[in-house]
């Protein structure tokens, strides 16, 4: 029998090739924008000079002062570049932190986005924005801040290092992940969410065997397209709770956080999701990880990949674990099981130490 569901899927134009980065001129066209505001983070500056040479002045505003979880008085600061040049439209060219900055400008002004993602992190294909004010990080849903067209080009992830690139692809499989127990769970994001699972376990490894090779980086970054459309449509679960207030309140590091706590997520709800505890196993079977628990092969994954594994090993320290318990359990975050400070005080014990879930709950 099939669940009851809704599927509410929101439109994007995707643009998915090696070179894509040659097409933002055309796609900026079909999108009416004739200034824009280039936003870009550090390491991506390569990639920014080959658009903004392509687009001459066409580009109107550069933003490159880009920080993970959006601090509020830099989003500011980017909300009166963009008016004061008169811009049209953004380009969010980079990771999750660039994606978020553009994000918090079309919050304030409608400008509709055009994203060049380069990590794994998904950003691109939702409509959720963050910002962060004093160590208290507030998101929301907003339709004005989904990107209108993503161009995704795999060129551009070879130069993700090894450790940002397995540590970013366990974030898109914690997507993956929620997104196959989550609420707005239906049954076609089942599938897209159980082939992103499939994509990632068997592409992950390659990227890190060989970062240059152009095929596991078009396998991975396909494998995220599907997890950020996951997590666009879906909703999400503990995990997330947990992983929003690691980084808001201990600032921790996004994508690290949320490859040390997934496997134990997933321990933790085994019991309560068990058709996506199926879906993650075949899943992970088909893309070269053996398991017969999905705690186990999402832990087994990330070993493989030498991603995160520990709380401890990513700076998490153990006398905060009650505060952290209790914030998330307040939170009162949908979940498959019911979400208590003692369940995530155990939780985050378990992640803590980063030993092998056993099969099973936490
Ligand atoms: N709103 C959403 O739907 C959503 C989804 C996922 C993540 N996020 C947000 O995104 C942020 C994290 O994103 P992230 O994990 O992509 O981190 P990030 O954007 O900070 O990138 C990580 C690092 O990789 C570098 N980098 C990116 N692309 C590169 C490339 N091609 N070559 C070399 N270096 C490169 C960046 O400059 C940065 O130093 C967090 O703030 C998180 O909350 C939001």
Redesign the pocket.
Known sequence: MVDAFVHDVPAARVVFANGAIATVGEELARLGCSRVMLVS????AQYAEVIASALGDRVVARFTDVV???PAEIAARAVDVAISAGADGLIAL???????MA?AVAKETGLPILAVP??Y???EM?S???LTEGNRKTTGRDVRVLPRTVVYDPE??V???VQ?SAA?GM?AIAHLVEGLYAPGVSPISFLQAEEGVRALASSLPRVVADPTDLVARGDALYGAWLAGWT??TTGMGVHHKICHTL?GTYDLP??PSHSAVIAYATAFNAEHAPAAMAGIVRALNAGGIPCTDAAQGVWDLARAIDAPTSLAEIGFRAEDVDEAAGIVASARPTNPRPVDVEGVRGLLAAALSGERPGAGTV
Request: proline share 5%; no cysteine; hydrophobic share 25%.
């Open positions: 983070g550090g390491p991506e993970m979880h959006v980079g990771g999750g932190s660039s994606t978020g994000k380069t990590t992190a998904g950003s939702t959720i924005w963050g551009l992830s130069s993700l290092p940002i970013s974030n997590l666009g980084g996004h994508a």
